[in-house]
């Protein structure tokens, strides 16, 4: 069947962001206070169920110091945030990044069925390990576990939460009012975990949700990582498409991980974010996005680039002198990115101040009029480099209204992208297979998928 | 200047039930699924902000088993409930119940600070210990911590979470588009809490919200509830005020315990949950009351009851003799309420029959006219028994509708509720003083007050 099916585009975007830029809050066109402000969120949701798009996602994260970069340091929390949402959009599915490293897989089950339930089936998880030191002093520890443990950990939790989603069968909840009967208890079922880092054990207090189960997110690029997503996820956040041959075999590698745990290519979907600027010629578009890169500052620059490495103190270093090796900070941390950055820096022997803006800025790989845009996404698609793109929008608003009046129409007259909601579920959009309850015979799914 | 402020009376309801009775779901004009209808929820919340009442109320519990009152087996989670709610309202409060014994206070703390601001200030959290065995089990542990020791951990529990809504100063966010300056970071401020239960650094990546801090209610009426919510709360969740002379003296043991520790009478605000169910006539009124009484089924009476008392078996008693002497079941569990029960049967020596239908229907104390409803309403405000009323209507959304439409407009005509919101926020609504941030000094907050 996934063999006759025909790939399709998907299109996703930030809700949370002032911008891809960190000091985009100082232009004049956006709401310097965004990531608090559910108006914002909402405007972003909506222009993205205009575009028809699949998913709106939040990024998450919870330790703050003093060397945040300025506008991490109050952002509204996921749950609250597209529950809200949820009640105000009628098709966006709603991502949320939550980490498995310090709270409890029965609450995080709860809540995601939960929005799913409350959203009709449009709730989805980006399961995220925690990357920062300080986010177990938050949480009654001292030390953030180490790269693998975290993965281990994030492993079993995952495989819980999934358990607690299989509490009910689909049809246990009668509710016939002539009868009485309300429920049949049969199609209960107590999962009793006890495994190395958890002992949970159920049911869950919510019936099945209308997607099964909550689509699971992955976003981390490790080797663990790989691993994780390859048996667990049904979709990646990727990071930056900016290295194409990278992202080529990254994307390879992990439908290669995938099928070696016995599933299908398109059973999971990889998006990295990109930050496109559309301009009516070439010129307008480079004039906007140029408007917003001067807005940064090489300062906040270098706090947004030392969150990777934990907050190490780059100041020991000259600004504009090559960056020496920097060795294996950040390991712990946020591993593949603070990689990554190493390995640009080192490439192209660049100085503090030069990295610094790299990380802080979007690339300029997607600044063009609306054909050249779409040709850049139509061939990224095509030559399997990505399953979709997460817009990370250069300005708020503008940036994802100018995409959706412009970009998407091309995509859709090229029969690229929807030009209607196919279903009503984030999974029904995303051709993802419904998932067959763990505690129901293969045999009566088969008759129920038949029915 | 709380001498001189007119006592308000304050009217709230219960956004979750399908009504006051668990079989209340198979009469014809509810929707059976009301605990997890969202539309349900929305539904009620704008009743209740039509009547111009304070606060929706949703009442939580996580652990479930077979022998679970059907109707609690499948609940929509509080935190995405009233997110959802707050996008879809403009001026009711938002009350959740989050359990202190099984949770994060960094994650309680942000959910609900979250909840705060994007609905502008209309966040309460009713924290309670939990009272059931198996909630451990769902949470790593074998074991309900007792009864005094939940309550321990309770109190220190709320301390983090207030300390965690100190973390920024009211003007610390500047976001000055002009300076680029986003914050003031003089006015962050780090908890540092090392305590007997927790360990909780902070800051809270969530700027002050609305309210300054959001809510706090609290249910729970043995003398450790009493106690905790006389030094934390700004509100009780009391249960019933069926036993009038009972209800006063447990007002005035709360105040009196509020005064102690240096509290005004008017800081704390007590409301029992009523159900009220209006007819033109008497008898109009009686007979809809009958209509849903009969509904109930003895047996699911009995596995409400036995809730209380951590899922006791009650089946070894016969259904009309006379109960035995129950001993100290329920102490563990849900303490005052197990007495409570316990009582009752002793001093009417009631058999298991007529127990469990007096736990699971409402009682008939608030049917009549409206006027007759009015007035007693009226007579137990100005007694002194009550601080305001949530309603449990006996049947969603009528029992809300009815009152509304013809019992609050009597109360606005005595002049005993308002006729518009005074206030943006919840806290303003309730008329509970703005909480002066830990950190200000004293004199700088009497000027900002003052400016
Ligand atoms: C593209 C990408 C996006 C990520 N988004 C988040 C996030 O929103 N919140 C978070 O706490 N961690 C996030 N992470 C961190 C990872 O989940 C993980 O905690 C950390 O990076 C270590 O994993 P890795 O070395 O496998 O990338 C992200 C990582 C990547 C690569
Ligand atoms: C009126 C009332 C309402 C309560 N509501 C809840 C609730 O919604 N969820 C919950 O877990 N416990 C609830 N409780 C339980 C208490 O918070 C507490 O966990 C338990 O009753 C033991 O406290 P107590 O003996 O002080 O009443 C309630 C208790 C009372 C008296």
Do not use: C
């Not at 976003?219 to 990646?236: P, Q, T, V």
């Amino acid at each position: 069947m996934s063999q006759t099916k025909k790939r399709q585009l998907r299109l996703a975007a930030f809700l949370s962001g002032i911008g891809a830029n960190v000091q985009a809050w100082r232009h004049p066109d956006t709401a310097s206070n965004s990531p608090v402000s559910i108006e914002a969120f909402i405007e972003a949701a909506r222009l993205a169920e205009k575009g028809k798009f699949d998913f709106g996602f939040i990024a998450d994260s919870t330790f703050i110091t003093r060397d945040s970069t300025p506008y991490f340091l109050s952002r509204l929390e996921p749950i609250t945030a597209l529950s809200a949402v949820a009640a105000t959009t009628t098709h966006l599915g709603l991502v949320g990044t939550m980490t498995t490293s310090f709270s409890e897989p029965f609450t995080t089950a709860r809540q995601l069925a939960s929005l799913d339930k409350l959203s009709g089936g449009r709730a989805a998880w980006n399961a995220v390990t925690g990357a920062l030191e300080g986010h177990a002093r938050n949480h009654g520890g001292e030390k953030l576990y180490e790269h693998s443990l975290r993965y281990r950990i994030a492993d079993e939790y995952i495989q819980v939460v999934k358990g607690l989603w299989d509490s009910w069968e689909d049809d246990a909840f009668v509710r016939n009012k002539q009868t009485g009967q309300y429920v049949d208890l049969d199609k209960m079922h107590t999962l009793n975990h006890k495994g190395e880092f958890f002992g949970v054990q159920g049911p869950l207090n919510m019936e099945r949700s209308p997607q099964g189960r909550p689509i699971v997110f992955q976003a981390g690029a490790s080797e663990e990582g790989r691993d994780l997503a390859a048996r667990e996820a049904d979709a990646i956040f990727s990071g930056s498409v900016e290295d194409v041959p990278a992202a080529k075999a990254y994307y390879q590698d992990i439908k290669r991980r995938a099928a070696a745990y016995g599933r299908a290519a398109d059973e999971i979907l990889i998006f990295p974010s990109i930050t496109v600027v559309v301009g009516d010629t070439e010129q307008e578009a480079r004039r906007k996005y140029d408007e917003v890169s001067q807005l940064l500052d090489v300062n906040v620059a270098i706090k947004y680039l030392s969150r990777y490495f934990s907050f190490f103190d780059f100041s020991q270093f000259p600004l504009d002198e090559p960056l020496p090796d920097l060795g294996d900070i950040g390991k712990d941390s946020f591993k593949s990115t603070a990689e990554h950055y190493k390995r640009k820096a080192r490439e192209n022997n660049w100085s503090l101040r030069q990295l610094a803006l790299y990380a802080s800025n979007p690339s300029d790989q997607f600044v063009g009029t609306p054909v050249q845009i779409a040709d850049r996404l139509q061939q990224l698609f095509e030559d399997e480099v990505v399953d979709g793109f997460i817009l990370h929008a250069y300005l708020q608003p503008r940036g994802l209204e100018d995409f959706v009046d412009k970009v998407v129409p091309l995509l859709q007259q090229r029969g690229l992208f929807r030009t209607e909601y196919e279903a009503a579920t984030l999974r029904g959009n995303l051709g993802l297979p419904y998932p067959v309850n763990r505690y129901v015979q293969q045999q009566d799914a088969t008759k129920a998928l038949a029915a």
